[in-house]
């Protein structure tokens, strides 16, 4: 298969026109308006989507997530607390949020097809000191490591604690998904290793700057609550920074791929991710 986004192939990295459409079509969910910043932003909000019950009923489980060591977790490097645990969506309450029916309105139509589930996880930022996530596209990693080959995939992100300030939200550069940029070559680091601290697919730092021109010089800092929905085009450049508080910031997300962009062979890797950080087993919804 053509590779229309190489990567981590030279000493150098570069800019690459991106040449997936961000929305096939926009939802009856949605107000037209909501449809059309997503394409030209590369996010969106929606306050209070969920119900605080079913919320509510995640946060438990994320909890008894950690308590049971379901899922494959990746450890924070210094604290050596959970940082985040992938393959958890077979846990009831959040196939509650996952089958939800206007967030499938949504999402199917922004893909233009039917959608599997390529990633969940929770990540926990749980207190002081918990890392942050450096600026990069998860498609620059997902096209890289896992063999995803279009930009038709997006990823819903679930508050369920408070996303304040000061305790790392997330935040992202508006339209910066509408160019690829093309990470140079560094030594390849494990699966686990770049998930923990990523070492290889982080933009350089005048690239950042470019996306930082590009938008202004803004970026949009996502403060969210349980039971808000956060939508992500896959090759937003978004991170954040530590938890500067005692409270945690737990946070679900699912990425959803189309099914018209199934995972072939990694285009800039040697040693296949686990399943439960990139799915090749297609579950449909
Ligand atoms: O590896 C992943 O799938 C996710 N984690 C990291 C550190 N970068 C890309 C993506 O968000
Ligand atoms: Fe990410």
């Given at each position: 298969?053509?590779?229309n986004?190489?990567?981590r ?10 040449l ?10 949605l ?18 989507f ?11 489980d ?28 077979n ?7 996952i ?5 499938k ?20 930022k ?7 996530w450096?600026w990069h ?7 890289a490591q ?28 508006p339209?910066?998904?509408k ?8 030594k ?28 202004g ?5 996502i403060?969210?609550?349980p ?11 978004h ?20 099914i018209e ?7 800039s ?7 439960e950080m990139?799915?090749r087993?297609?579950e449909?919804?």
């Amino acid at each position: 298969m053509k590779d229309n986004y190489p990567t981590r192939k030279n000493e150098s990295g570069k800019f690459i026109e991106r040449l997936t459409k961000t929305i096939y079509k926009t939802s009856d969910k949605l107000s037209y308006y909501s449809g059309d910043f997503y394409n030209e932003n590369g996010f969106l909000v929606i306050k209070n989507f969920f119900l605080k019950k079913t919320i509510s009923k995640c946060l438990v489980d994320s909890l008894d997530i950690l308590k049971n060591k379901s899922g494959l977790s990746t450890m924070e490097p210094v604290l050596k607390t959970t940082r985040s645990v992938t393959g958890i969506h077979n846990i009831n309450s959040f196939k509650e949020i996952i089958r939800n029916r206007s967030l499938k309105d949504i999402v199917t139509s922004f893909l233009g097809s039917d959608v599997y589930i390529h990633q969940s996880r929770v990540n926990y930022k749980t207190g002081i000191g918990s890392n942050g996530w450096h600026w990069h596209s998860d498609f620059e990693t997902w096209h890289a490591q896992d063999g995803m080959p279009e930009m038709r995939c997006l990823t819903a992100m679930i508050p369920l604690t408070v996303n304040s300030e000061s305790n790392g939200p997330l935040m992202v550069i508006p339209g910066s998904h509408k160019k690829f940029y093309s990470c140079k070559r560094e030594k390849q680091a494990s699966a686990q290793e770049n998930f923990a601290d990523q070492k290889e697919g982080i933009p350089d730092s005048d690239a950042i700057e470019q996306f930082f021109k590009d938008a202004g010089n803004k970026v949009e800092v996502i403060k969210c609550n349980p039971g808000d929905l956060v939508l992500f085009d896959c090759n937003i450049i978004h991170g954040s920074v530590q938890n500067m508080t005692p409270l945690p910031r737990t946070n679900f997300f699912v990425v959803f791929n189309s099914i018209e962009n199934k995972l072939v062979h990694p285009f800039s890797c040697e040693k296949m991710r686990p399943e439960e950080m990139g799915a090749r087993i297609i579950e449909t919804i």
